[in-house]
């Protein structure tokens, strides 16, 4: 997208319907995230009248979705929240069974990026490998599906090893002793005076998955409607309204402190590894220029004074 960059003369890369190789940004890292393709921005979850209720129709078509390595390790954290939690939601799984993925790799760290630090720099979970080498393509094909498709174009078998980035410019530290002591660090009041509460951040993450609902009644029958599912953002101001006017973390700094802990506490706490991947974007595309890298390295500071405090 030319020209809708932080700057007028930047661009913005993201994701989008192709039709050919030669329309994707090998050399580039997208700024937003491949998420809204199973996690649609709005989302109609069904249809109503006064006397029943219809789900959409999903189209049968295939999806072939490319990542690199952060994207396939978030793709695993959003099936931990819609498929592997108490049910399985059936709208997210619909997407989710038709979808495939193909690896693109990094031959270099780009800006913003601490995947290594993540240990999400390196993955073999995917069903392809695509590697541009001018105007040659080279595959790494661990789909039967695609096997099939491949062979009939080609019978030259190659040994094709996904690029993947050791390190990273920018790096950064969990501390062990991390816990929800942190709350009552003073690091969260600098957010309070520098965030918008815009939602860039959680929108452009791989692995932000809140959302609202909304439901949407139709002007030429009062009766009728849809239910619609919408991304949300916990930066957001309105996010946690309540009925009778009540209202958690209208500050926000305490907005970036729960967005903070659930990406690199809670979450593990219950999966066995961070929520966040890494990828940069958030650093990227705030207009504030907050750092959530910085924000991470800053934690170890923060345990020791509300240690000492204690």
Known sequence: MEGKGTFSDTDI?????????????????????????????????????????????????????FL???????????????????????YYKKLR???????????????????????TN????YNAYIKQNGEEVYLDIKDEEFENIFKALSNETLNVTPDFVEDNEIEVSIPDNLDLKVMKSTMWDEYSERCIACGRCN????????????????????????????????HVDGYTDMAGGHSFRKDKGQRMRF??????????????HHMCVGCGRCDDICPQYISFSNCINKLEKAMDEVTKND
């Open 97 to 119: 069974e038709k979808a495939k993925f193909v690896l693109i790799g990094c031959e270099k760290s780009f800006k913003s990026c601490f995947c290594v630090s993540m240990e």
């Open 259 to 272: 967005k903070v802990l659930h990406k690199v506490h809670d979450y593990k706490k219950r999966w066995g």
């Open 122 to 125: 390196k993955t073999d979970e």
């Open 13 to 65: 890369v993201r994701y989008g319907e192709i039709s050919k190789i030669q329309e994707i940004e090998f050399d580039k890292k997208s700024q937003f995230s491949y998420k809204e393709v199973l996690l649609p921005i709005t989302q109609t979850l069904f249809f109503f009248t006064e006397n029943e209720v219809k789900e959409p129709e999903v189209d049968e078509k295939s999806i072939l979705i």
């Open 203 to 234: 929108f452009v993450c791989p692995t932000c998955t809140c959302f609202t609902m909304q439901d949407i009644f139709y002007k030429d029958n009062g009766k009728v409607g849809e239910r619609r599912r919408v991304w949300a953002s916990c």
């Open 68 to 90: 690199r390595s952060c994207d396939i390790h978030s793709l695993k954290r959003i099936d931990n929240i819609y498929l592997n939690n108490k049910f399985e939601d059936p």
